[in-house]
């Protein structure tokens, strides 16, 4: 089956520790992107990357870093959270850059106290 | 700078009723993909449709129908007898063509759906 997956679903940590939420696809796909959904905000791109090595900002990068070692894997970093990084997070994988539909993880919920 | 703008934040429909969700969106690209997304309360996102700006038929698929507009830069989400099984949060979402570079979703700030009985 066709999936992007996500771990863990839901986070609860504490400001300053390091934390990775993973994500895969088995679509081998090239290009793979992450989001945050804030009320009010829609979603927002963080990150994305065209392919193995290649990766640029997105709209809202600041806090954040990911890296693409592996076609299927693109893991979020956070190095240093904070509370303004509490929200629903989506990784996504299309075929191409823009002209395919995406598929989009079931969500990671990070909550930072 | 690309803009998607979904003016409704929420809307609430008694089941039955047709309701169209509005989606504005600028781009200054001749070439561009438009893109409707549902979210239902269990929080995944699911693909609707895709539209490229060269194709302004309206589709229809079932119960959901869609009107794009070039010269209102519109495109507008329709559902016809709408059912409890539709609420959700629905969202519309523009990718530009840029040579040489990854476009990126831009996505409006969502429209949130209530259908009651």
């Known amino acids: 089956e066709a999936q992007v997956t996500q771990n863990p679903r839901y986070l609860i940590t504490v400001t300053g520790k390091k934390l990775t939420v993973t994500c895969s696809q088995n679509m081998n796909h090239e290009y793979m992107s992450w989001y945050r959904q804030d009320p009010g905000l829609g979603l927002r791109q963080i990150y994305y990357s065209m392919n193995v090595e290649v990766t640029d900002k997105g709209d809202v990068p600041e806090g954040y870093k990911v890296s693409r070692k592996e076609k299927r894997n693109f893991p979020l970093i956070l190095e240093s959270p904070s509370p303004n990084q509490t929200s629903l997070y989506f990784c996504?994988?299309?075929?191409?850059?823009?002209?395919?539909?995406?598929?989009f993880g079931q969500g990671t919920r990070l909550t930072v106290v | 700078a690309q803009k998607v703008t979904q003016a409704q934040t929420e809307i609430s429909v008694v089941e039955k009723e047709d309701v169209t969700l509005d989606c504005v969106y600028e781009t200054r690209d001749t070439t561009y993909y438009l893109f409707w997304y549902k979210q239902p309360p269990s929080g995944e996102l699911v693909f609707l449709i895709r539209r490229n700006s060269f194709d302004e038929q309206n589709e229809i698929s079932g119960r959901y129908s869609w009107n794009f507009q070039k010269s209102t830069s519109s495109f507008n989400f329709t559902i016809t007898a709408s059912q409890v099984v539709d609420s959700a949060v629905y969202f519309c979402?523009?990718?530009?063509?840029?040579?040489?570079?990854?476009?990126?979703?831009?996505f409006g700030t969502g429209t949130r759906l209530q259908v009651t009985l």
């Open positions: 979402a523009l990718s530009e063509s840029q040579t040489g570079t990854a476009s990126k979703l831009t």
């Open positions: 996504a994988s299309s075929l191409s850059w823009g002209n395919t539909e995406a598929f």
